[in-house]
């Protein structure tokens, strides 16, 4: 797992933001936003601690969420890569051929071993 230091609430918090941003996007993958899905996201949301204007740009990016490019851009390091992978995969039940791809693009992008994205899958029992 990827975390930052426990005294480092500036990157923690954008840890917390990054990984909620590849839900949304994840949940979005297929062109819809099941409710199981929006549950997820919107659970996660509401366990952090955030700004009025940090929930309203999550809001927003509920629907126009960000894209694989940008998520791979807030990725500092492999740890941090497969964090985001992971948190991707927790927002969605990869049923649709559009998760899928979407879900190996994401990989693919991270730079994740294929043995490292069969780990999390295990992991996460999906």
Same mark, same amino acid.
């Given at each position: +797992? #990827?975390? =930052? +230091? @426990?005294?480092? *609430?500036?990157? @923690?918090?954008?840890?917390?933001? @990054? ?6 996007? +994840? &949940?979005?993958?297929?062109? /819809?936003?099941? +409710?199981? %899905?929006?549950? /997820? ?5 509401? $366990? ?12 927003? !990016?509920? /629907?126009? =969420? ?6 791979? *851009?807030?990725?500092?390091?492999? $740890?941090?890569?497969? $964090?985001? #992978?992971? *948190?991707?995969?927790? *927002?969605?039940?990869?049923? @649709? &051929?559009?998760? $899928?791809?979407?879900?190996? !693009? ?6 994740? =071993? ?10 996460? %029992?999906?």
């Amino acid at each position: +797992a #990827y975390l =930052p +230091a @426990t005294n480092d *609430a500036p990157a @923690t918090q954008a840890l917390g933001l @990054t990984l909620v941003r590849a839900m949304i996007a +994840a &949940a979005n993958a297929d062109g /819809r936003l099941d +409710a199981d %899905e929006l549950q /997820r996201v919107l659970g996660r949301i509401e $366990e952090m601690e955030l700004s009025a204007e940090d929930k309203a740009q999550l809001m927003d !990016e509920m /629907r126009r =969420p960000v894209g694989i490019d940008q998520l791979v *851009a807030s990725s500092q390091g492999p $740890e941090m890569a497969a $964090e985001i #992978y992971a *948190a991707a995969l927790l *927002a969605i039940d990869v049923d @649709t &051929a559009g998760e $899928e791809l979407w879900l190996r !693009e994401l990989a693919r992008s991270l730079q994740l =071993p294929d043995g490292v994205v069969q780990a999390i899958h295990q992991q996460l %029992e999906r």
